[in-house]
C-alpha cells in the first residue's frame, strides 16, 4: 500500500465548477502538507502548503487538512482553463528529508 | 538563472549504455533532491542533499543509480547499465534550507528513454 493515495482522474469539469482534489495518507508523522501543479512538460510548482491541521485559503485555492482522518483536499472555486493541470499533493514529517508524493490528478476545465 | 536548470531536456541512449544527468541548483539553495516521474507512478524519491550531511540515498532502486553533489552546488545523478524500465522524467528540486516551510523549486526535468 502506498503511503499516499491520490485518483489519477482524469477530472473534466465546466468553466467556472468547483473543483475538489483529495489525498489519504497513512503516516500518522506527517505534519506539513503541500498542493503542487504541474503542467505539461513542466516541473512541478508549489500552489499550496499547510502546516498541520487546518484550512487556508489563497484566492480561488482553499486547502484542507484533516489529519484525524489522515484526508487532505485542495478546492479550487471558479475553475478557469488555465487550471487544467496534474495536481500533486506532497507530504513531509518533521525530519524533512523528503517530501512524499501521490500519484497526481489530472484536470481539465473545459471553456 | 534564476531556477532549477536541468540539462539535458530530452535523453535517447540504448540499453545498457551509461547515462549522466546534470541539476544546477538556485544559487544558495542547501538541500537538493532527485525524483523520477513514470507514468502513473507519481514522483519517486531518489536521493536527498543537505550541506555538508550525508545525504539520503534510500529512495535509490538500485546499485546502477548514484548521485554526487559536488561544492555543495551542481549534482550528477549517474545511471550505470540503462534498462528500459529506467525510462522516465528526471526531476531535481532544491530548497534553501532544511526548514520545511521553504519552498522545493523544481526543474523542469530529464526525459529520458531508453531503447
Known amino acids: 500500500q502506498k503511503e499516499v493515495e491520490q485518483d489519477p482522474g482524469p477530472l473534466s469539469v465546466p468553466e467556472g465548477a468547483i473543483v475538489s482534489l483529495n489525498c489519504t495518507y497513512s503516516n500518522s508523522a506527517f505534519q506539513y502538507f503541500m498542493w503542487y501543479r504541474q503542467y505539461s512538460r513542466k516541473g512541478p510548482e508549489l500552489l499550496m502548503y499547510t502546516y498541520s491541521s487546518g484550512n487556508k485559503e489563497d484566492g480561488r485555492f482553499t486547502a484542507q487538512v484533516d489529519k484525524s482522518s489522515k484526508y487532505i483536499s485542495l478546492f479550487i472555486r471558479d475553475s478557469q482553463p488555465s487550471d487544467s493541470a496534474t495536481y500533486l499533493c506532497?507530504?513531509?514529517?518533521?525530519?524533512?528529508?523528503?517530501?512524499?508524493f501521490g500519484e497526481g490528478t489530472q484536470l481539465t476545465v473545459n471553456p | 538563472g534564476a531556477g532549477v536548470s536541468q540539462s539535458p531536456s530530452n535523453k535517447v541512449t540504448e540499453k545498457g549504455k551509461d547515462v549522466e544527468l546534470r541539476c544546477d541548483p538556485i544559487?544558495?539553495?542547501?538541500?537538493l533532491y532527485w525524483y523520477r516521474q513514470s507514468l502513473g507512478q507519481g514522483l519517486e524519491f531518489l536521493i536527498y542533499?543537505?550541506?555538508?550531511?550525508?545525504?539520503?540515498k534510500s529512495g535509490l532502486p538500485s546499485d546502477r543509480f548514484s548521485a554526487e553533489r559536488t561544492g555543495g552546488s551542481v549534482s550528477t545523478l549517474t545511471i550505470q547499465r540503462t534498462q528500459q524500465e529506467d525510462s522516465a522524467v528526471y526531476l531535481c528540486?532544491?530548497?534553501?534550507?532544511?526548514?520545511?516551510?521553504?519552498?522545493?523549486?523544481f526543474g523542469q526535468g530529464t526525459r529520458l528513454t531508453v531503447v
Open positions: 528540486a532544491s530548497r534553501r534550507g532544511q526548514v520545511l516551510n521553504t519552498e522545493a523549486f
Open positions: 542533499f543537505q550541506g555538508n550531511s550525508a545525504p539520503d
Open positions: 544559487s544558495g539553495h542547501t538541500a
Open positions: 506532497a507530504m513531509s514529517t518533521t525530519s524533512g528529508s523528503r517530501l512524499t
